[in-house]
């Protein structure tokens, strides 16, 4: 089954409502700097990551092709490139596995935190890990989030992806 695209989150919800959302003190979230979405809602409480984090975990979601993604591409107003060489979409696949894996550790700590300081140090430790397994697949993370953005607008990327995703499971 092909993944579909949309113009807002899994669950109905625009991107513009996210960015919108206010901290926990009740001050606005650094410039675009955090993203939540309920379909990262866990046992009643948010799941919220830095927009960079947020979309290396959206494209495993598109990889695996497990559901619908935001069509975040516009955001960035970029233009999306859509010639990535093997090697490239090879290590991108390689890093979201990674990031999956990461962002599933640190979930349960991320719910067992009792304090706003305790969420952003589990916050700052699991963007760093997840920063550098893309940094260890030889991708920045621009770069990984151009191949993100080229799987949303090229079905023929995002099958790359997934079936190196599937050969690396």
């Given at each position: ?115 706003p300081e305790e969420v ?46 599937q050969e690396m499971q």
């Amino acid at each position: 089954m092909e993944p579909t695209w949309r113009s807002s989150c899994p669950m109905g919800q625009s991107v513009a409502a996210h960015a919108s959302d206010r901290s926990s003190a009740g001050r606005p979230s650094p410039a675009g700097a955090a993203a939540r979405c309920p379909a990262n809602q866990t046992d009643g409480a948010f799941m919220t990551y830095p927009r960079n984090i947020m979309l290396a975990i959206l494209a495993l979601v598109v990889a695996l092709g497990l559901g619908t993604v935001p069509a975040m591409a516009q955001d960035y107003g970029a233009s999306v490139e859509a010639n990535y060489s093997e090697e490239e979409l090879r290590s991108y696949a390689a890093a979201a596995i990674e990031v999956q894996r990461i962002n599933e550790t640190f979930q349960p700590q991320l719910q067992a935190a009792e304090t706003p300081e305790e969420v952003q140090a589990v916050r700052e430790q699991a963007t760093g890990q997840m920063v550098e397994a893309v940094e260890d697949e030889g991708l920045s993370v621009d770069r990984y989030n151009q191949i993100f953005q080229a799987a949303q607008a090229d079905p023929e990327v995002a099958e790359q992806i997934s079936r190196y995703v599937q050969e690396m499971q």
